[in-house]
């Protein structure tokens, strides 16, 4: 049956339709989980605000879940559901890229949207930033093409390169992402700042 | 107890994730989950018979003739049933097919039809079902 | 309200259960068993190789013939317009690749019977009811097309037309299986299909 | 709202996306398409002679009705509902008291330079590649949800003073 866009053979405008309503979802869970603030979004890195481990693999883990069983009840088609390629080099470098941006602005590229939407005028600057960033990528990718195409790996799936079933692995990341639930909130105590968590309620 | 009444609000959605597994796992109406898995003996040609290969299968065998013909050889020992094709699904017929001890064969005047047949039934998770596979005239 | 220590137990429990299961990512078959059945042992699922050869000749481009035998003999005969999916690949990959487009009819012929039937009720099963057989196969095609010479002489309009269809089909099969090995492989490749790519990701 | 009920619907959300539309959420390439399109529009023959703009506007394709175009578009419109009712809709700008307002804004800046030039490279943003790849257990999504949160905690002594 799904997904629906392939199954049901989308007209173009069906798809850009059912692209902004999954849109408003995302921004309004983004929103509403409270990312729509960068120091609470940085108050991961220090410790007195861990929402976004919490939701980040709260998210994950519930589409993960969800989308197996689907999978399972014969519903959902998981060979027809895209997975990221692996391009080994161009994953790091630009994960450490992120982070320095992370850090840096306290926004995601997603989150940014949200902030900016609500009018936090740093996020308007950070979205100005990402767009910049965006033509800066498209300007020099030519000099840059060598590493991001470097060490293609395909569409691979974790589970496979380490050999386990899709199910076991789900429940060995549980497991972890529940450790570090716990984790999370001992070090929300022992991090507190209540001077910058009381300023977010 | 204690364990209970703690996590009470938690065991409603367990149990029917549980009994809607168990339902997919184990409906006798439905087809089975993985389609590729239940085909996988017509890819390897491991379901395929010739008059001699069914001397060598043990237990009990049930001979199923698709259609009106009584083409079934007279030599023949064990069960045979006559079933009309399309009501191979009919709850009688599917009863005996899976209550059989042992391996059911299909047998057709046109393997077409006993190919068919035998895709239907290995999806929906029966076993040891051949397809008996008529010499060239 | 949702407090941590119970949803970390709901979220154990539930993966726990994905854990026993035998997860693949392959496909169950779509379709309600009965329904299935009376399709596929419908006349209406097979066509007859004079009505194959007549798509043939007209060139039907909403008509995809599937050829289900090994390589080698698929390579050695060949029916004109076919693709080449040996029957293990068909039933072990996800069919996406190739029945996808809906706005063709895919045909499925083998050497004789058999893996074309099977193919037939997998690719319905999984939910392309634009999937057929070409009834008998190969055998068939060449016994009829092929081989059947008109003899006699009263001849009416219908049966002349047959033979035509088939005169010109089994030209056609000829000129195809008699190419030179290079120009045919070169032919037979130029129809493959290759794997649609997933849209996704932010590239 | 409680951090697990919105991780819930984010999750209904990524969910509800793979069931529809076959793929996970982005935004990193939302924001490459708008430059893409504006590109387009303003230097017509820079387009035509660079192989990476071109591959955007070959078959007569459009960057700006694009699924990530139109899913960012509407990420603006989700976030104004949200803010909407929760009572959130106001400017200002958010810092630590300690560092200026132009200090916050450039960083602001530098950072959105940064994060989507990595998103590009690594295909992918915390959305489109961390929270998709985990959610269909992608190698690349744990190995960037790895490198951008791993680092992100180094640079985090670094810039200190910026948040606390």
Request: hydrophobic share 45%; charged share 20%.
């Amino acid at each position: 049956m799904a997904p629906l866009s392939s199954y049901f053979a989308f007209p173009e405008w069906l798809n850009m339709l059912t692209a902004f309503l999954i849109g408003i979802g995302f921004g309004f869970a983004l929103e509403q989980a409270g990312f729509s603030s960068s120091r609470k979004l940085a108050g991961m890195f220090y410790g007195y605000d861990t929402t976004v481990i919490k939701v980040f693999f709260t998210a994950a883990i519930v589409a993960l879940i969800g989308s197996q069983f689907l999978s399972y009840f014969g519903l959902l088609n998981l060979n027809q559901v895209y997975v990221n390629e692996f391009y080994v080099t161009a994953s790091i470098v630009g994960g450490v890229i992120m982070g320095a941006g992370f850090i840096m602005g306290g926004f995601c590229p997603g989150t940014g949207l949200c902030a900016m939407s609500i009018g936090k005028i740093d996020a308007m600057a950070f979205v100005a930033g990402g767009f910049a960033g965006a033509f800066l990528f498209t300007e020099t990718y030519p000099l840059i093409e060598g590493m991001a195409n470097a060490r293609y790996k395909g569409p691979v799936k974790i589970n496979e390169s380490l050999g386990l079933s899709p199910g076991l692995f789900t429940l060995i990341m549980v497991a972890a992402a529940v450790a570090m639930f716990w984790i999370a909130e001992l070090a929300e105590k022992k991090f507190a700042r209540p001077e910058i968590t009381n300023d977010l309620k | 107890m204690k364990f209970i009444k703690q996590y009470w609000p938690v065991l409603p959605l367990f149990l029917l994730a549980v009994i809607l597994v168990l339902i997919r796992t184990f409906s006798q109406k439905n087809f089975r989950y993985d389609a590729v898995k239940w085909a996988e003996p017509s890819a390897i040609g491991s379901n395929i018979l010739t008059e001699d290969q069914i001397a060598t299968l043990s237990g009990e065998i049930l001979l199923i003739s698709l259609g009106n013909e009584a083409a079934i050889d007279r030599q023949f020992q064990g069960n045979t049933m006559n079933i009309n094709p399309e009501s191979i699904l009919e709850k009688t017929n599917l009863m005996r097919i899976r209550k059989n001890n042992g391996p059911v064969i299909l047998y057709s005047g046109d393997n077409s039809v006993s190919a068919r047949v035998w895709m239907v039934l290995s999806e929906m998770g029966m076993k040891n079902i051949y397809i008996l596979k008529k010499n060239p005239a | 309200m949702i407090i941590r220590k119970e949803f970390s137990v709901l979220l154990l429990l539930l993966s726990l259960i994905l854990a026993l299961l035998p997860l693949t990512a392959n496909r169950s078959f779509t379709a309600k068993p009965d329904k299935l059945l009376s399709d596929v042992l419908n006349e209406d699922a097979s066509f007859t190789v004079d009505q194959v050869a007549e798509f043939i000749i007209r060139e039907d481009n909403t008509v995809q013939l599937i050829d289900l035998r090994l390589p080698e003999e698929f390579r050695k005969q060949a029916i004109p317009g076919a693709v080449n999916i040996p029957y293990p690949e068909f039933v072990t990959k996800d069919p996406e690749i190739w029945l996808g487009n809906k706005n063709v009819r895919n045909i499925f012929y083998s050497a004789g019977d058999i893996e074309s039937d099977y193919a037939l009720v997998y690719a319905r099963g999984l939910g392309y009811d634009n999937s057929y057989v070409m009834a008998g196969g190969v055998t068939e095609w060449i016994r009829t097309v092929m081989e059947t010479k008109f003899t006699g002489d009263r001849i009416t309009a219908r049966e002349n037309a047959l033979f035509e269809t088939r005169r010109r089909a089994g030209e056609m099969f000829t000129e195809l299986n008699n190419l030179p090995d290079s120009l045919k492989m070169k032919f037979l490749e130029s129809k493959k299909f290759s794997a649609k790519k997933l849209d996704g990701g932010c590239e | 709202m409680n951090p697990y009920l919105a991780g819930i619907l984010l999750g209904i959300v990524l969910l509800t996306a793979m069931v529809v539309s076959g793929r996970g959420l982005g935004a990193s390439g939302g924001y490459k398409y708008c430059v893409v399109s504006i590109v387009g529009a303003v230097d017509p023959p820079h387009v035509e002679n660079s192989e990476y703009y071109s591959k955007y506007f070959e078959n007569g394709k459009k960057p700006l009705t694009n699924w990530l175009t139109l899913e960012i578009f509407g990420v603006v419109a989700g976030g104004l509902i949200s803010g909407a009712v929760s009572g959130r809709l106001k400017l200002k700008v958010e810092k630590s008291p300690k560092i200026s307002v132009t200090r916050r804004l450039i960083f602001a800046f530098l950072g959105g330079v940064l994060f989507v030039y990595g998103g590009q490279l690594a295909r992918g943003c915390t959305s489109g590649a961390a929270l998709s790849g985990m959610a269909v257990l992608s190698l690349a999504g744990f190995v960037t949800m790895i490198a951008i949160f791993g680092s992100a905690y180094v640079f985090a002594w670094i810039f200190r003073k910026n948040w606390i």
